[in-house]
DNA sequence: ATCATTAAGTGGTCTGACCACGTAAATCCA
DNA sequence: TGGATTTACGTGGTCAGACCACTTAATGAT
């Protein structure tokens, strides 16, 4: 009897629980597509009126999944959530077998391959002017955008979900020059496939040997 | 200049998702088991000299994914990985629109193509006589073997499920004839990449267009 | 105009303080 | 003694406040 009257919406206990469903409230509401800005974790603490901890572990917990992302200084955003499932496999996954790191990454890999595929595929032309200007470019950075540029939102959502599982592996990072990273733009642009994913291979990828 | 080792500092990696590697090194060093107990989290935050509220966070996180379990006042549990309640929190959030079932059926489609990419960089030669000894060939089943052929089990495994989540949309079947599915792999083991994908792209999956 | 500086906003993190709950030890009482 | 009760402690749950690091926009100086 009465018993919807504890909370607002629903069941959930714990808090961080709740403001994951409100979060969902909130998106659904505003229409909210992949890409738009959250509102910070200060608001959402007075919105929701829980305490920021709890926001920022519904909020982490929310990351992990790959439905929303963060970046610092910046905001909280939307991505693209429609791979579901694709986590759960995921982390179960990760956590058992030890060949399984070799395959996040060489599943990532094969992912950037297919992007680079696919951007030439389409005929486009990437602005590099943003990248020269970098002194050092970093690797994840430098393929999120890569991502970006296809029109394949659901390839960059894999890949993102990917990337950041393997990050939370702490496997060594890859250290490679800017010169490489813009060659590799330049044979994009000029449209050769073979040339492209070559070069990607064997200059972008070919510190990469872990046991 | 005076970027110092404070204490995490430098390094994009945030502490919640360093501290999910940590946890699973812990259960792999213990070899912890499903219905094992984690260390409480006060323990956690000594042992792996990081703040408590950033423990949470990963321990949260981990939460949500289904792969540990909380009782207050008794403590952390690793949890069974079978028991993905997860999807349901995921279905909740994404499977509102319709487009999420396009987008099921375009990321398969995608992995497949991934798959055969994968399977021509590895030249590798695919027995055709099973096939060939067949009356019609079932498209999941084909697929699913390509999948096997390749060495990266994650990329078969998400391939697998997605499949899986797609056959429970009922959304309308697709029927190509066994002599395409040939061809495909005749294309493949000739190692063209750029045909196999074509051919691919416009034989095997040129009828699917649904609303 | 241009560049450097400042200020404000945002996520990232840590600490300390409580509360709520469960358990086991200590205690009490018949 | 033996069972029931109380107590103390450990654990997760939550909050508030303080900084830090970074981004962006407003501001100021040249």
């Known amino acids: 009897m009465a018993s919807e009257k504890n909370k607002q919406s629903d069941n959930q206990s714990k808090v961080y629980l709740e403001v994951v469903g409100r979060i969902k ?84 890999q094969l992912l950037e391959e297919i992007c680079i595929y696919t951007l030439m595929n389409q005929s486009k032309k990437i602005d590099t002017s943003f990248w020269e200007a970098k002194e050092s470019i970093d690797d994840g950075k430098f393929f999120a955008m890569l991502m970006g540029e296809t029109d394949n939102y659901l390839l960059a959502k894999i890949w993102r979900i990917i990337s950041n599982f393997e990050h939370s592996l702490n496997l060594p990072k890859i250290e490679v020059a800017k010169e490489h990273y813009l060659q590799l733009l330049k044979d994009i642009n000029i449209g050769n496939v073979k040339i492209a994913l070559k070069f990607y291979e064997e200059e972008i990828r070919k510190n990469v040997d872990f046991t």
């Open 25 to 108: 409230e909130i998106i659904d509401e505003n229409q909210m597509a992949p890409g738009d800005k959250l509102p910070s974790e200060r608001e959402l603490t007075d919105i929701l009126d829980a305490g920021r901890s709890s926001v920022r572990e519904a909020l982490r917990a929310l990351e992990l999944l790959g439905l929303i992302e963060t970046r610092r200084g910046e905001g909280t955003f939307i991505s693209d959530f429609r791979n579901h499932r694709l986590v759960e496999i995921l982390s179960g996954f990760i956590l058992q077998n030890e060949k399984a790191k070799k395959d996040v990454v060489k599943t990532r």
